[in-house]
């Protein structure tokens, strides 16, 4: 809002609760009360005095001890001037990487991804608009056992059934028209299970066609010797995680496709097989050697004095020196509630080794600036360790947003999320059920941090009572105000003089409302809270439609007020246009 400098320092106004009793107001003097040791309206009559000879105040008045303005016409003027001609003013540039969504590359994108690309995407795009350098980046889990299961899912789906024959020392398979169950693995006449890993969702059998004629390549040129039925399972294996990578990489394509749909662009995809494979993970190791120790499985515990520690990434060089000792992180010296371990007494590291080398990697980019993550309701418990290890390694500006469920409501009634496909909505069929203005401002309705009720059957109605389209029709009926008055031959010549001879009284608390536009932007974006940005136009357009339904714009009679009254309106449309496309939604011409 407004700052001036007194000789009790800088003052900032911010917006009082009704208008009607000020345009801002500060409680500075109950601030400064405590320090000079005198009471605060005391200190607010001297503040009112000099806070007079601003011209930017028409009135300043001390409402015991809270200072209340008025602005100056001249000042309001100068202001809606300054929105038309989109003169915001630009914060010192800091550099932000923000991750979110980072769905897994094993189905569909659903609900809780599309409000966390909704609210990701809307920080972005402030941040971007606020002055800042922003990043936006997509983390791509492709590697470990969730790839291994989807490959085993897809083979499931296609019918393909593994016998190995002892006998023949060789690994048959065969292709089913349908299997129920996920028997695909016989050691001879022994089934080995792999029911509770596989995934099970319908979409699974959609990606198998997609990808069949890959697995049968996959399957024609792999060899099917064994000699035992360790290497069976080995080989077995394999191919599943090699067709698990070719699904993976499908679905990835189907979700960053969807996601540019929805309006969301990215400037990085980074996959966790890029991190495995780069220094990455050696260089958090040497950066960590002071906090690192090993465990056994009796939880007895050993000081780590091994000089080549990045060498702790080879397998075989870990199981030779280390087998059965767990490499473990002391995160509880940075307030985790247990120490964390990065590799696993069978030399496997775990998610987290690998996601703090990740995270190193969007260190070393940023340089100096700040991270953001967009996490799901289920990991709360994984912020503590990762701010200690970042700590650990000298980075302290890790801010992590939890985007919290998102019911789903349809006429009246509470969809269930869990039970066959039919009753659960995908993103993109919410997409195409809704639309993408609807979804994103519905799911920008509420506190990231708060359960949302989405009302399908409320996104989709055109009338008053759907908010989205509430907003999007103020910037409608002022364009079409604009091209009535053209049509009246009224020419439209933005000057300040038709609004100096303006009496605006009517139109002021609509001004005043504009001018806090780039306060709610900042508190949006330095806060994480988006929804702040939606509040604040649904408070401009409700502002605007009782307006219109009040007073006369149009006046052939009088071509000059209503001039004066366009522009305002102008400043109105310019700020609706502008949050609206801050939070990736449309602002249309006609309705």
Not at 76 to 100: A, D, G, M, S, T
Not at 315 to 343: E, M, P, Q, S, W
């Amino acid at each position: 809002m407004v700052t001036v400098k007194t000789r009790f320092g800088e003052i900032e106004f911010v917006k009082p609760n009704d208008f009607k009793f000020a345009d801002a107001t500060t409680n500075i003097a109950f601030k400064l009360s405590k320090e000079l040791k005198r009471k605060p309206k005391e200190i607010a009559d001297e503040i009112v005095e000099e806070l007079r000879k601003f011209e930017i105040f028409e009135k300043v008045v001390n409402v015991n001890g809270f200072i209340n303005v008025f602005f100056s016409k001249e000042f309001l003027i100068e202001q809606l001037f300054r929105i038309l001609e989109e003169n915001f003013i630009k914060e010192n540039p800091k550099n932000y990487l923000i991750e979110f969504v980072s769905a897994n590359p094993t189905g569909p994108l659903n609900i809780v991804n599309a409000r966390a690309g909704a609210i990701g995407d809307s920080l972005v795009r402030i941040g971007k608009f606020l002055g800042n350098n922003v990043i936006a980046e997509y983390y791509v889990n492709d590697e470990g056992n969730q790839i291994l299961n989807f490959g085993y899912s897809i083979l499931w789906r296609l019918g393909i059934v593994f016998k190995y024959n002892s006998k023949k020392k060789i690994i048959e398979f065969e292709k089913l028209d349908h299997l129920d169950e996920p028997y695909i693995i016989y050691l001879d006449d022994e089934l080995l299970p792999i029911g509770d890993d596989v995934y099970r969702g319908e979409y699974v059998l959609d990606i198998a066609k997609v990808v069949e004629s890959d697995v049968n390549d996959i399957l024609r040129c792999f060899d099917f010797s064994a000699h035992s039925k360790d290497q069976a399972i080995l080989k077995i294996n394999q191919i599943a995680y090699n067709v698990g990578k070719i699904s993976s990489d499908k679905v990835l394509n189907n979700q960053i496709e969807i996601l540019e749909k929805y309006g969301v662009k990215y400037n990085n995809i980074v996959k966790e097989s890029f991190i495995r494979n780069s220094d990455y993970p050696k260089l958090i190791l040497k950066k960590l050697k002071n906090y690192l120790y090993f465990q056994d499985l009796n939880g007895n515990k050993y000081e780590l004095k091994e000089d080549n520690v990045e060498s702790l990434v080879d397998k075989d060089y870990y199981l030779k020196k280390y087998l059965n000792k767990a490499l473990t992180l002391r995160t509880t010296d940075f307030g985790d509630d247990k120490d964390r371990v990065l590799i696993r007494s069978n030399a496997e590291p775990t998610y987290f080794f690998w996601d703090i080398a990740y995270h190193y990697y969007k260190i070393q980019r940023l340089k100096e600036g700040y991270i953001i993550n967009l996490f799901g309701p289920d990991h709360y418990g994984y912020i503590p360790r990762l701010k200690s290890a970042l700590k650990m390694l000298n980075f302290d500006n890790l801010d992590v947003l939890i985007v919290q469920q998102t019911n789903l409501i349809k006429d009246g009634i509470k969809l269930d999320m869990s039970k066959r496909k039919g009753q659960i909505y995908e993103m993109k069929e919410l997409l195409d059920e809704v639309g993408v203005d609807a979804a994103r401002f519905f799911f920008l309705l509420r506190s990231p941090s708060t359960n949302l009720d989405f009302d399908i059957s409320l996104a989709k109605k055109l009338s008053s009572e759907n908010p989205v389209y509430y907003v999007q029709y103020a910037h409608a009926r002022i364009e079409s105000i604009k091209e009535h008055a053209k049509a009246v031959s009224i020419e439209l010549k933005f000057n300040k003089k038709y609004l100096l001879n303006y009496n605006f009284e009517n139109e002021r608390k609509l001004i005043i409302l504009l001018l806090y536009f780039e306060d709610i932007i900042k508190k949006a974006f330095y806060n994480l809270e988006p929804h702040l940005l939606v509040y604040y136009l649904l408070d401009v357009a409700e502002s605007f439609h009782s307006y219109y339904q009040k007073y006369r714009v149009i006046d052939v009679e009088n071509k000059e007020y209503t001039i004066g009254r366009i522009i305002i309106l102008e400043a109105i449309r310019k700020i609706i246009n502008i949050g609206l496309n801050l939070i990736g939604v449309s602002a249309p011409s006609k309705m």
